[in-house]
């Protein structure tokens, strides 16, 4: 008896770190949606100021003030300032850089998917960039 226990411990330790592993993957993931879709929300409002707070400080530096990229998000990604339907994919590290893919579905009904780089500061996920994707079966 005191064998096999011998044997099985081990076994639920590794068990036990790899059941581990996805839950804090799911978390990080669960975090980057929530800032991604605090922000959306905050397009929908026209609420500016407050969208602007889920920028990167690199992003902030080129956009200055929250008037400067609202405009900018009105005129370059309208799918974004008024989204329709919004899915999450998947989210991948890239030589380093944390990329979350979103489907968007704007007014019209046009699948966008985007996709947008994050940075995890002290205060929590900030959003470092979004580019449009080219993709089949969806609009550019």
């Known amino acids: 008896m005191t064998s096999m226990r011998a044997l099985l411990m081990p076994l639920l330790i590794c068990l036990t770190l790899i059941l581990a592993l996805p839950t804090g993957a799911r978390a990080q993931s669960a975090d980057i949606e929530a800032t991604i879709g605090a922000q959306l929300e905050a397009f929908k409002a026209d609420a500016f100021d407050e969208a602007f707070t889920f920028a990167s400080p690199?992003?902030?530096?080129?956009?200055?003030?929250?008037?400067?990229?609202?405009?900018?998000?009105?005129?370059?990604?309208?799918?974004?300032?008024?989204?329709?339907?919004?899915?999450?994919?998947?989210?991948?590290?890239?030589?380093?850089?944390?990329?979350?893919?979103?489907?968007?579905?704007?007014?019209?009904?046009?699948?966008?998917?985007?996709?947008?780089?994050?940075?995890?500061?002290?205060?929590?996920?900030k959003i470092n960039g979004v580019r449009l994707l080219k993709a089949e079966g969806f609009s550019a």
């Open 58 to 125: 690199t992003i902030k530096g080129l956009f200055r003030t929250p008037e400067i990229f609202g405009q900018m998000v009105r005129n370059g990604y309208p799918m974004v300032w008024r989204p329709g339907a919004v899915r999450y994919l998947d989210l991948r590290d890239e030589g380093g850089r944390l990329l979350q893919r979103v489907e968007i579905t704007d007014a019209r009904g046009a699948r966008h998917l985007l996709e947008y780089e994050m940075i995890e500061l002290e205060e929590g996920w």
